[in-house]
T-cell receptor
Framework: QKEVEQNSGPLSVPEGAIASLNCTYS??????FFWYRQYSGKSPELIMS????GDKEDGRFTAQLNKASQYVSLLIRDSQPSDSATYLC???????????FGGGTRVLVKP | EAGVAQSPRYKIIEKRQSVAFWCNPI?????LYWYQQILGQGPKLLIQ????????DSQLPKDRFSAERLKGVDSTLKIQPAKLEDSAVYLC????????????FGPGTRLTVT
């Protein structure tokens, strides 16, 4: 079992729709959770961090954390073509005192 | 505020050659990380520095990879000798301190080993 798992996609959504991305992790002791966006050929860019159960909203992005079920999700509302990228879930606490990344979910927003 | 700087951006070498990458973190960031990202995968931590001390190098292939962070600022990652499977993007990231995991990445160095 991978420490941080994501569906590789691609997740295809029409422009204006909600994109829903999921991430599960194996270390029940994990405390900090992050979403990074990575455009093709570019480096990861931090877009959201979440530390406690529940929802956290920032603009069109909402991160949701459920520690009991060991999953974290990212919602992108009113998806735009510029949101087309790979979204990486990263978890601190998985496999020791470091940040562990999932393999990423590729999102394609079609006009 | 300037971001994380890395050089070179691209490097092509033959197997068994050596290569070095340089990173300058965001000013004031005490913690520096080197990651390897193979195409289609998430970044994998190679080494983490807190100031100029190593915090975690458990996934660094020490028979061929080495890294240093002299004076607690700039860092260099070296591969000697390179193998075909080292072809990847090498990312440098920094954060304010070791317990803060909001990491900011540099543009990366794309290494191709032929």
């Amino acid at each position: 079992q991978k420490e941080v798992e994501q569906n590789s996609g691609p997740l295809s959504v029409p422009e204006g729709a909600i994109a829903s991305l999921n991430c599960t992790y194996s270390d029940r002791g994990s405390q900090s959770f992050f979403w990074y966006r990575q455009y093709s050929g570019k480096s990861p860019e931090l877009i959201m961090s979440i530390y406690s159960n529940g929802d956290k909203e920032d603009g069109r992005f909402t991160a949701q954390l459920n520690k009991a079920s060991q999953y974290v999700s990212l919602l992108i509302r009113d998806s735009q073509p510029s949101d087309s990228a790979t979204y990486l879930c990263a978890v601190h606490g998985a496999a020791g005192n470091k940040l562990t990344f999932g393999g990423g979910t590729r999102v394609l927003v079609k006009p | 505020e300037a971001g994380v700087a890395q050089s070179p951006r691209y490097k092509i070498i033959e197997k068994r050659q050596s290569v070095a990458f340089w990173c300058n973190p965001i000013s004031g960031h005490a913690t520096l990380y080197w990651y390897q990202q193979i195409l289609g995968q998430g970044p994998k931590l190679l080494i983490q520095f807190q100031n100029n001390g190593v915090v975690d190098d458990s996934q660094l292939p020490k028979d061929r990879f080495s890294a240093e962070r002299l004076k607690g600022v700039d860092s260099t990652l070296k591969i000697q000798p390179a193998k075909l499977e080292d072809s990847a993007v090498y990312l440098c990231a920094s954060s304010l301190y070791s317990g803060n995991y909001e990491q900011y990445f540099g543009p990366g160095t794309r290494l191709t080993v032929t």
